[in-house]
């Protein structure tokens, strides 16, 4: 990583790459329109950097369209040290309005003649579906609003040639979730943060009081936020405009509250999306549903409106790395575009960043709200997408159990433990499981301890009321032990002799992987190893083969960030001051890599990337040139175990040595605060899903069996489950043996270094950086087989 080049990268491959992509000559202008979102600054920062790292002149247009229009002082160049220090910092530092004069032609006329004066040609969007349309509107009449302003005297012909074409590309800042072909947008992960702070909090004085508690989230047209917060605080019943409750709904409301009243519940969680209505498109308000509760059942109830709490605070971690993956892309895609080129908007698919037609989606996302208008509410929740549809099917099944009778039985236990090291969402993934188990037929039995408590015969039947508010705790409620089944084989086989376990689902880390092995070599010598085996990945670390992600490793990474943003304010105080920050992840550097790009550091040391002394020394020379700019302080990250040798201590010299005079050094272990605390939402709802996932496919193994008697002995019956790219994936663990690096405990192959040079970019290094294939826009949501990995 010298100061100019990375070792890693040829002089030779960054030539081409900045020739492929130059912005010279370019202009452009990147602004922030509708409402606000967290995230927003993170995406002005990527845009403006990665602008000016091609060569491209930035400009920021203050005050969203209506800055546009009025032109002047509100369209300004922007430079590297302008973004500095905002991406820790929510809403938008550009301004945001709703501007009524881009709606009319003059407006639109005094804004095409303001960016010709300035040569931008270029236009980055960060907003709503309303801002985008106008966006686009403005794309198609720009040769004509030209050639107007030529004809009144206000441009020259020449400026008219040369500028002739405008390209758009639109970025989607909009807690709500409700645009059509992104998995998320920006902001939307941090506004479920603020609602889950604040449900946690409610949920401890309710819990006194025997409270019932009416929750009305943001979401006037989407019932996205109120749908998920719903699934990560296991809510007692939900409201959303798209799925509006069956008539009726009043009394089955209140018979599903006293029923878990009557099951030992000391308080209720209903969650209402504001624009929440009826069958009949009446509103439906948390004011009536509390009139409802207090009339009908008597109970204490009160009524918490989150309200704009929900736009405001920190972007999460998430939220700053799509925002910054998305704003690179968005100057890739401008700088590739051509005159015929229609918008497009860069969004996220399961993992990955796509291209989409801007129009398209922007259709899509008005056909939801007309499905709704009439009362066609099936293809409302179709039309939301993959996600939305699998998030409310999740929270049915998990929040409502049948009667008894009315579940027919399978005769089978299903077994669950947690093995390796505790990750927050771990209790989450064991609730979905346990209910999605019963609710299958099956009896599901909790293993305390791991394969230890497993050998000891600590063993028991668990039902679907001892899961109840598990989905919020941190830890491993069943325990968990890094204890590998090798040696206690004869007694396992025995506990699970005795107790007639038919299936196992494993929630772990590498050890849980490890033990998946154990036990599929076991099945010559042991029968009772010849059942469906699941393993749902579960480590902060995100060192699991067959898997992009981890739960818990969202979790990590908002600590690693939350830190971060901590030491750089306390840095800011006293100037000229780099840290040096140690995080966990084994030899996988995924903590370290993400926590670097979405904390802003300088570098980011990791043993998947060797590097040697030169490298260390170019750090430490690009660190001094930094601090004679404006922004004089660094932060630099190391994975505990990047290289032997170069200990967190040596660097922490080495930088205070060198930077003699010019910096001093700090340093800071962050330890196990990465495994503890409350799961992030991501997590609650990952685990959620990928478990209850996990269950349907082991029930589906068990039913096939029924009646054959047979012994699960074929490879694809030990399974680890996994994300991959864009879909969820069961993958036999005897073909994952072949992608794994068992010294290091980590894939042979891991996606998220193709965005280590992202990092280095923002950082100011020149490297080169892979560009996804130019011309493709995809179509949105194209219906496969497989199934959607968003989450």
């Known amino acids: 990583m010298d100061g100019h080049d990375s070792p890693q990268t040829p002089k030779g491959s ?62 300004v160049e922007a430079d590297w040290e302008s973004v500095s220090s905002i991406l820790q910092v929510g809403g938008t530092i550009i301004g945001s309005a709703r501007c009524q004069d881009f709606r009319t032609r003059e407006g639109r006329l005094k804004a095409a003649c303001n960016l010709v004066q300035l040569g931008i040609t270029s236009l980055c969007v960060i907003g709503g579906d309303g801002s985008l349309t106008g966006a686009h509107i403005f794309q198609t009449e720009w040769s004509g609003l030209l050639e107007e302003l030529a004809r009144d005297g206000k441009i020259s012909t020449e400026q008219v040639q040369k500028h002739g074409h405008l390209n758009v590309v639109g970025m989607v800042g909009s807690i709500d979730n409700d645009f059509c072909g992104t998995d ?34 943001m979401g006037r047209h989407c019932g996205y936020l109120a749908l998920v917060s719903a699934l990560a605080c296991g809510a007692d019943w939900v409201f959303l405009p798209e799925s509006p409750p069956e008539e009726g709904w009043q009394e089955n409301m209140c018979i599903k509250l006293s029923e878990n009243r009557a099951r030992k519940k000391r308080l209720n969680i209903i969650i209402v999306a504001e624009g929440a209505i009826d069958t009949q498109n009446k509103p439906i308000t948390s004011e009536q549903i509390k009139e409802l509760v207090v009339t009908q059942l008597g109970y204490d109830t009160r009524v918490t409106i989150l309200g704009h709490v929900q736009r405001g605070g920190t972007p999460s971690a998430f939220d ?141 039947e668990i039902g679907w009321g001892d899961v109840g508010g598990w989905t919020g705790q941190g830890g491993s409620i069943l325990g968990t032990k890094r204890t590998l089944p090798g040696k206690y084989l004869e007694d396992i086989a025995a506990q699970m002799r005795t107790h007639g376990i038919s299936a196992l689902l494993i929630i772990g880390g590498f050890e849980a992987f490890r033990s998946l092995l154990e036990l599929s070599k076991k099945r010559d010598s042991h029968p009772e190893f010849c059942i469906p085996v699941c393993m749902v990945p579960a480590t902060i670390s995100n060192n699991v083969p067959g898997t992009d992600l981890s739960i818990g490793c969202d979790t990590g990474l908002n600590v690693i960030v939350e830190t971060c943003d901590r030491i750089k304010q306390s840095a800011s105080g006293t100037k000229r001051r780099v840290f040096i920050i140690e995080t966990m992840g084994g030899f996988c550097g995924y903590l370290a890599n993400m926590g670097g790009l979405a904390a802003g550091a300088d570098a980011a040391y990791i043993f998947e990337e060797p590097f040697d002394i030169r490298d260390l020394q170019s750090n430490v020379e690009h660190l001094t040139e930094k601090m004679k700019t404006s922004i004089q302080r660094g932060l630099v990250l190391r994975n505990e175990s ?14 205070s040595e060198e930077g003699k005079g010019v910096f001093d050094c700090r340093k800071n272990v962050l330890g196990h605060m990465q495994q503890g605390g409350a799961p992030s939402p991501f997590d609650r709802n990952f685990g959620t899903k ?45 073909e994952l043996k072949k992608e794994t690096d068992f010294e290091h405990r980590i894939p042979k192959e891991q996606w998220w270094l193709k965005l280590r040079p992202l990092m280095k970019i923002l950082a100011k290094y020149k490297v080169s950086f892979e560009v996804s294939d130019a011309s493709q826009l995809e179509p949105v949501q194209p219906r496969g087989p497989e199934e959607p990995a968003a989450i």
């Open 320 to 460: 700053r790395i799509l925002a910054s993956r998305m704003g690179v892309e968005a100057v890739v895609a401008l700088l590739q575009a051509t005159p015929e080129t229609p918008a497009c908007v860069v969004s996220l698919s399961g993992n990955q960043a796509v291209r989409l037609p801007l129009m398209e989606c922007v259709q899509m996302t008005q056909e939801v709200q007309k499905a709704m208008d009439e009362r066609r509410f099936k293809d409302a929740v179709r039309l939301r997408g993959r996600s939305f549809e699998n998030n409310l099917n999740t929270y049915k099944r998990l929040a409502i159990k049948l009667p008894d009778s009315e579940i027919p039985k399978s005769n089978c236990n299903v077994g669950v433990v947690n093995v390796g090291a505790p990750a927050a969402g771990m209790n989450a993934a064991v609730r979905a499981a346990v209910r999605v188990g019963i609710s299958e037929g099956h009896k599901m039995f909790a293993v305390y301890d791991g394969f230890e408590g497993f050998a000891k015969g600590q063993i028991k």
């Open 642 to 655: 990047c290289s032997e040798n170069y200990t967190t201590d040596f660097i922490y010299q080495l930088y």
């Open 184 to 217: 998320m947008t920006i902001g939307t992960d941090s506004a479920l943060h603020r609602i889950i702070e604040v449900v946690d909090a409610i949920m401890t004085t309710a819990q006194s009081h025997q409270r019932t508690f009416v929750l009305e989230v």
């Open 14 to 75: 960054l030539r081409k790459f900045l020739e492929q992509l130059s912005g010279a000559g370019k202009a452009i202008g990147v602004l922030t329109s509708g409402g606000d979102a967290q995230g927003m600054n993170a995406a002005v920062r990527a845009v403006v950097r990665m602008g000016i790292y091609v060569g491209a002149k930035v400009y920021f247009i203050y005050e969203g369209y209506q800055g546009m229009v009025d032109g002047g002082s509100n369209i």
């Open 690 to 734: 990928i478990s209850a996932r996990a269950m349907q496919w082991i029930s589906s193994k068990l039913r096939e069996s029924v009646g054959k008697g047979k012994k699960f002995l074929s490879e694809d019956c030990v399974c680890v489950l996994g994300i991959s790219k864009r879909t969820l994936l069961f993958q036999p663990v005897a």
